[in-house]
């Protein structure tokens, strides 16, 4: 596991101010560390390799922590908080592989967008991004619009969100969402008690983009939550942030996989998504131990992990996770069909979805909008889980990139010319579509009657990209 505090939240060792931890403005959280053993120390007995590290960090520093464990396929290692010295014996130790700081980054929509709550029963007025996502022509603000998409639309697919806590007791997910894990504090108690915070938003809202009834594109798909962000204050804006840490990210990302191998020892062909709205600079070269354990996932789990592109106007290869090759990433565009003045952009981005004043589910029966790449990456994840679905077999997260891409409307977003080098491929999705030896292709003929699809009526709302 890679040192890094994703924002979204995070948990912080510093001094409180108005009753929350407060932000370290370095990125780095002072002496925590993640320590990665070596594959050939560990593979035989994991947990005897972790306690003898552990007895080891103790005799250079009795006052050692240790917060998390990990054991993801050949990833066996620490997150601790320990003195200068002690983590320089600990380095020198022959059985680790290797030390990194434990870093944060930001949730990538915070305070990007005024939420609007609904009051009024046209909440389907401005869900215009599922429109846009089912066909290839631009929408025309003067004409009714559609959603089409298969009946199967993400049947016992399960779509991890790691997030802030997502109100599964929310009506529009119809009983098919359920609380998985709480990475911050290991424990799968449902906190609700954050849901009545006001700023405790982000998760519901893509949650809800990826399988809500009314909101969502997989609307069978099962809603996981695993919450691994916390929620810090920043003295220097004088307000708070919500923080993702590289140590918690890593624990979410670890039980995902065993929740996924629980489920697929009853069903081979299980079959998951995973969705991370959340990224940050990095300055590092090398891939991060986050990236590292996301790569596992993909590449040894066989899940496919959708990731947001960020919302500052940069380089997506310069921010993680958004610059790991394997995950699908995912850049924003408004109504208009405009890259989002705001995405991040480049050839580290793979394809383009609707991410501006998007409506979608909020905690206690609420819904609002949001902006940002963030709600991009949702539909992203609900499109893959639709073409899950639709499978016996699950593809692999290579042919589901392979496919997105290919299917994908081309030149149909206006990228500005700084966005150098952004792929121009707009996220679609017909009814139906699978792989049939290795290449995509219209099912439709294999469901009979024009029961073998939906058509939800959108009214047309006014929605641009600032």
């Given amino acids: 596991m890679d040192a890094f505090s994703f924002i979204y939240f995070m948990i912080l060792s510093v001094p409180f101010v108005c009753g929350q931890p407060v932000v370290n403005q370095t990125g780095i959280e002072d002496n925590e ?3 990665e053993l070596k594959p050939s120390v560990a593979e035989s007995d994991p947990d005897a390799a972790i306690l003898t590290l552990i007895n080891f960090a103790l005799s250079e520093d009795p006052r050692v922590v240790i917060f998390h464990n990990y054991t993801i396929f050949d990833f066996v290692g620490v ?19 290797d030390v990194w700081p434990n870093r944060y980054i930001l949730d990538d929509a915070t305070n990007l967008g005024v939420i609007k709550q609904r009051v009024d029963n046209n909440a389907q007025g401005d869900i215009w991004g599922l429109a846009r996502i089912s066909q290839r022509q631009k929408l025309n603000i003067a004409e009714e619009m559609f959603y089409e998409y298969d009946n199967i639309a993400g049947s016992e697919v399960y779509a991890y969100v790691i997030d802030s806590v997502v109100d599964v007791r929310h009506p529009d997910f119809e009983d098919r969402a359920r609380f998985g894990y709480n990475a911050v504090d290991e424990t799968t108690n449902f906190p609700v008690n954050l849901l009545q915070d006001p700023e405790q938003t982000h998760g519901t809202h893509v949650a809800g983009t990826i399988g809500g009834k009314t909101y969502g594109v997989a609307k ?10 916390t929620k810090v204050w920043n003295p220097w804006r004088g307000e708070h942030e919500f923080r993702f840490q590289s140590d918690d990210l890593i624990e979410a990302l670890e039980w995902i996989e065993e929740d996924h191998s629980q489920r697929k020892a009853k069903d081979s062909k299980a079959k998951s998504v995973i969705n991370m709205s959340l990224g940050g600079f990095t300055p590092s070269r090398q891939p991060t131990v ?3 354990t996301i790569i596992r996932l993909i590449k040894m789990a066989g899940i496919p992990i959708v990731v947001a592109a960020g ?3 940069y380089i997506a290869c310069m921010v993680t996770p958004a610059r790991v090759l394997d995950a699908i990433t995912v850049g924003c565009s408004d109504y208009n ?9 480049g050839n580290c981005v793979d394809i383009i979805a609707p991410g ?3 409506l979608s589910t909020l905690p206690n029966n609420g819904a609002g909008k949001k902006d940002g790449t963030s709600m991009s990456a949702p539909h992203v994840s609900g499109v893959v889980a639709r073409f ?12 589901i990139k392979q496919w997105l891409t290919e299917k994908s409307t081309k030149d149909a977003v206006t990228i500005r010319p700084t966005a150098v080098g952004t792929p121009n491929r707009l996220l679609f999705m017909s009814p139906n579509q699978t792989l049939i030896n290795g290449h995509s292709t219209s099912a439709s003929s294999q469901i009979q009657g024009i029961s073998a699809f939906t058509l939800i009526l959108i009214i047309a709302g006014s929605a641009s990209c600032r």
Avoid: G
């Avoid at 997150?79 to 592989?97: E, G, K």
């Avoid at 069909?337 to 952009?345: A, M």
């Fill in 79 to 97: 997150a601790l908080n320990t003195t200068q010295s002690a983590i320089s014996a600990i380095r020198a130790h022959s059985s680790v592989q």
């Fill in 388 to 399: 899950l679905a639709l499978h016996d077999t699950p593809p692999t997260p290579e042919k």
């Fill in 33 to 35: 560390y993640i320590v």
């Fill in 337 to 345: 069909d405009r890259l989002c003045t705001f995405s991040n952009y």
């Fill in 311 to 313: 919302n500052d106007a």
């Fill in 290 to 292: 986050v990236e590292r």
């Fill in 356 to 358: 501006y004043q998007i």
């Fill in 220 to 229: 069978n798909a099962t809603i996981v939550s695993v919450k691994a962000d």
